[in-house]
């Protein structure tokens, strides 16, 4: 199993659209385009700051 974590804040307009220009990329939709024939499933989860062990507060 094999697992990608991104981080995304896109509270801010100019980072939304930066990850949206991202998305528009040749080079990002040939991936998104073809990531089922090396991808079984993959889910998008909007989380929220909190706390964990370990790590540094979120702000």
Do not use: C
């Not at 991104?6 to 939709?29: I, N, V, Y």
């Not at 993959?42 to 062990?53: H, I, M, N, Q, T």
Request: proline content about 5%; glycine content about 6%; hydrophobic content about 45%.
């Amino acid at each position: 199993m094999f697992a990608l974590v991104g981080k995304f804040d896109l509270f801010d307009a100019d980072k939304a659209a930066a990850f949206e220009e991202h998305e528009r990329q040749p080079h990002t939709r040939r991936f998104l385009d073809q990531r089922g024939e090396y991808v079984e499933s993959f889910r998008v989860e909007f989380l929220a700051p909190a706390a964990v062990k370990g790590l540094p507060a979120a702000d």
